[in-house]
């Protein structure tokens, strides 16, 4: 390949990626993906943080345009799945991801080329909103039987503190896993 054509091999791809950052499809997801924080571009985008992506425009936007959307699409879904619709294919290859990353799997898998260590820091970032919780910010409900003395003494405890009944147990969960003389 002489240098005129390899140049204008390189011009072909470079209007050809101009008309895909043009695509509706590219736009809507990454105006989502920027709303919502996941992700920041230079270019003046409209945001769309209540918006409905279709799975199928998310994983052509990340392979034909924009690579760093497959990184966060997994991220994105497991906080924002009645924002996201697609085939039972894909949405069964995403929970098999996300599933991996919460058990903490060493498997090699792969989504479309993207290792699974670098989807794995966009499940813990904190996003603009606050609203979401990142997987290791989570709380998981439980429940607990107490005697009814126990359940006075915590109420008296809220009432005085100011605190949650949930904080209040879990403050003392952490003094006692503190106190070395505590036995289990």
Known sequence: ?????????????????KRRRLDSRYLKVMGFLVA????????KIHLNPNGHINLTDAIWAGRFVEPRILEVLPAAYERFKRHFSGDAETVEMLEQI????????????EFYGISIEKIRP??????????????DERKVSK?????????????????????S??????????AKRVDSSYKI
Not at 7 to 14: L, M, S, Y
Not at 122 to 133: A, H, N, Q, V
Not at 165 to 174: D, P, Q, R, S, V
């Open 36 to 43: 919502k924080g996941f992700l920041y571009t230079n270019k």
């Open 165 to 174: 009944e949930t904080a209040i147990l879990e403050n003392l969960i952490a």
């Open 1 to 17: 390949m002489n240098k005129r054509a390899f140049i204008k091999k390189i011009k072909e791809i470079a209007q050809q990626d």
């Open 122 to 135: 966009w499940f813990f970032i904190r996003l603009r909103d606050r609203r979401s919780k990142s997987l």
């Open 98 to 109: 996300i599933d991996r990353i919460k058990q903490k799997s060493d498997h090699k898998n």
């Open 143 to 163: 429940t607990f039987r107490f005697k009814p003395e126990t359940v006075n003494i915590l109420k008296k405890l809220k009432d005085q503190t100011g605190q």
